[in-house]
């Protein structure tokens, strides 16, 4: 089992960057795939971007591509997002969530796969 908690949210002018970092304690994090989720207000939660546990494997929603970046460190138990030329349509809680992978190289964008879900961090984008 894994607890997951998000930090680096904030507000931000658009076209501004933010990196958001999910920690994560409790179990192996290595072998635990990672995706990102946001929702905004009134908005289905939709994905954002996801990474394989070992950092080889990466996906993007088209929305965020070129503009987001996942990456992780395995090391300090954390994932991260760079959030760069953020628009207002950014605007959404954001949510780390994972699953236990193992070895298996896997990018996943639906919601139902993960198990575990960090409380979410806050990102304001103003014009």
């Known amino acids: 089992q894994v607890q997951l908690v998000e930090s680096g949210g904030g507000l931000v002018q658009a076209g501004g960057s933010l990196r958001l970092s999910c920690l994560a304690s409790?179990?192996?994090?290595?072998?635990?795939?990672v995706g990102w989720f946001r929702q905004g207000q009134g908005k289905e939660r939709e994905f954002v971007a996801s990474?394989?546990?070992?950092?080889?494997?990466?996906f993007y929603a088209d929305s965020v591509k070129g503009r987001f970046t996942i990456s992780r460190d395995n090391a300090k138990n954390t994932v991260y997002l760079q959030v760069d030329s953020l628009k207002l349509e950014d605007t959404a809680v954001y949510y780390c969530?994972?699953?236990?992978?193992?070895?298996?190289?896997?990018?996943?964008?639906?919601?139902?796969?993960?198990?575990?879900w960090g409380q979410g961090t806050q990102v304001t984008v103003s014009s």
């Open positions: 409790g179990s192996t994090f290595s072998s635990y795939q």
């Open positions: 969530a994972a699953k236990y992978v193992g070895t298996v190289v896997l990018v996943t964008a639906t919601s139902e796969f993960y198990d575990y």
């Open positions: 990474i394989s546990w070992s950092g080889e494997s990466t």
